[in-house]
């Protein structure tokens, strides 16, 4: 253990200091208030400043999945040659309430990053779940997941020279690993968060050997993380926190940010950095009952700057209602049956 400490510490930018964590990790500290980096905002640069989602040219504002039930949950978009690809779980047959066994892993391309995206093709069958598709830096495509996917030897990653498949199982893997996110460090080493936020692993290449480094103390009921680095090579996790009160508790929650300097020593702000509201492009917006697996978007090569965030919704309001839903709370409708229809997001930073 002591090597894997000292082989993170050795290679990890220290540039944070107690000042700048003040701002967490997300800006630096002077005269007394933080001056937040895009697309961070609020006196700790605590908060994300989002943009309206469109909902003029997107049937009900969904990037992808659509109605009376073609559920979808959560997605990773990558550009390339001018084509947006997403790669998102959607139903096979039914709602969420299926995603045991009836999610399979969808490649949709589009021309413009927030979508809509249609459907090129199903890039891993059922069961395949979560998908996070990275690039390595010589350009093989990299699907982490769980599941798997139609009987194949991997439930940890796939990989493909292109986005189009046909994709490879991965002949290592960390062993169970549950709603991975990955992410490569600017030394080199590629990190996967794994046990849906509660375990840290490495390789020093994706087709290597995975090391686990060690676990992650991750506060009750944060879950799907969405790993990445910024341009001081600081950690940064963006999770889902859901809530299981009903709706009368007025206790509704939907995202957690978690920051460290060292990958080792890790801070969960409690302040949500995103919430259930949504604004749109047409002026008006909507309150989601949960949104889910968020994940990071990043243009070009430096995947230090998140442009925008996809996320799952379900479209259950809030509202005294939600006691029908199982745990009669709002965050649990997605998996109750006939409220079960969920879509995905994509929600852009303001990055000027």
Same mark, same amino acid.
């Given at each position: 253990?002591?090597?894997?400490?000292?082989?993170?510490?050795?290679?990890?930018?220290?540039?944070?200091?107690?000042?700048?964590?003040?701002?967490?990790?997300?800006?630096?500290?002077?005269?007394?208030?933080?001056?937040?980096?895009?697309?961070?905002?609020g006196?700790?640069?605590?908060?994300?400043?989002?943009?309206?989602?469109?909902n003029?040219?997107?049937?009900?504002?969904?990037?992808y999945g659509?109605a009376?039930?073609?559920?979808s949950?959560?997605?990773?978009?990558?550009?390339?040659?001018?084509?947006?690809?997403?790669?998102v779980?959607?139903?096979?047959?039914?709602?969420?309430?299926?995603?045991?066994s009836?999610?399979?892993?969808?490649?949709?391309?589009s021309?413009?990053?927030?979508?809509?995206?249609?459907?090129?093709?199903?890039?891993?069958?059922?069961?395949?779940?979560?998908?996070?598709?990275i690039?390595?830096? !010589? %350009?093989?495509?990299?699907? *982490?997941? @769980?599941?798997?996917?139609? &009987?194949?030897?991997? $439930? +940890?990653?796939?990989?493909?020279?292109?986005?189009?498949g046909?994709?490879?199982?991965?002949?290592?893997?960390?062993?169970?690993?549950?709603?991975?996110?990955?992410?490569?460090?600017?030394?080199?080493?590629?990190?996967?968060?794994?046990?849906?936020?509660?375990?840290?692993?490495?390789?020093?290449?994706?087709?290597?050997?995975?090391?686990?480094?060690?676990?992650?103390?991750?506060?009750?009921?944060?879950?799907?993380?969405?790993?990445?680095?910024?341009?001081?090579?600081?950690?940064?996790?963006?999770?889902?926190?859901?809530?299981l009160?009903?709706?009368?508790?007025?206790?509704?929650?939907?995202?957690?940010?978690?920051?460290?300097? !060292? %990958?080792?020593?890790?801070? *969960?702000? @409690?302040?949500?950095?995103? &919430?259930?509201m949504? $604004? +749109?492009?047409?002026?008006?917006?909507k309150?989601?009952?949960?949104?889910?697996?968020?994940?990071?978007?990043?243009?070009?090569?430096?995947?230090?700057?998140?442009?925008?965030?996809?996320?799952?919704?379900?479209?259950?309001?809030?509202?005294?209602?939600?006691?029908?839903c199982?745990e009669k709370?709002?965050?649990?409708?997605?998996?109750?049956?006939?409220?079960?229809?969920?879509?995905?997001?994509?929600?852009?930073?303001a990055?000027?």
């Open positions: 253990m002591l090597f894997f400490v000292s082989y993170i510490v050795g290679f990890v930018l220290l540039t944070s200091t107690s000042a700048t964590e003040l701002c967490s990790l997300n800006g630096e500290y002077k005269d007394g208030a933080c001056v937040c980096r895009m697309p961070w905002e006196e700790k640069c605590e908060v994300i400043k989002v943009l309206p989602v469109d003029l040219e997107h049937p009900g504002a969904s990037a659509y009376p039930n073609v559920s949950w959560g997605a990773s978009i990558i550009e390339d040659d001018g084509e947006y690809h997403m790669f779980a959607q139903m096979k047959t039914g709602g969420l309430i299926g995603w045991g009836q999610s399979e892993c969808v490649h949709a391309t021309k413009s990053m927030d979508g809509p995206f249609i459907k090129s093709d199903v890039a891993l069958s059922n069961e395949c779940h979560g998908p996070v598709v690039r390595d830096p !010589n %350009g093989e495509w990299l699907m *982490f997941h @769980q599941g798997d996917a139609g &009987g194949s030897s991997s $439930s +940890f990653m796939h990989h493909s020279t292109k986005p189009t046909p994709w490879t199982p991965s002949k290592t893997d960390p062993g169970s690993c549950g709603m991975p996110t990955a992410a490569y460090h600017p030394n080199g080493t590629l990190f996967v968060i794994c046990r849906n936020g509660h375990e840290l692993v490495r390789a020093d290449k994706w087709d290597g050997t995975w090391v686990k480094v060690m676990p992650l103390v991750t506060p009750s009921s944060w879950e799907d993380p969405s790993l990445y680095f910024d341009v001081d090579g600081n950690w940064h996790v963006m999770y889902h926190v859901y809530a009160e009903p709706y009368s508790s007025g206790i509704e929650t939907y995202s957690g940010h978690a920051f460290s300097v !060292n %990958g080792l020593d890790w801070t *969960f702000d @409690q302040t949500q950095p995103f &919430g259930g949504v $604004s +749109f492009t047409d002026g008006t917006n309150t989601f009952a949960t949104r889910e697996r968020p994940q990071l978007i990043f243009v070009g090569e430096n995947r230090t700057t998140p442009v925008g965030m996809t996320s799952a919704v379900s479209p259950q309001p809030l509202g005294p209602w939600c006691d029908q199982h709370a709002c965050s649990q409708c997605k998996i109750t049956p006939g409220r079960d229809w969920t879509y995905t997001i994509y929600q852009p930073f990055t000027n």
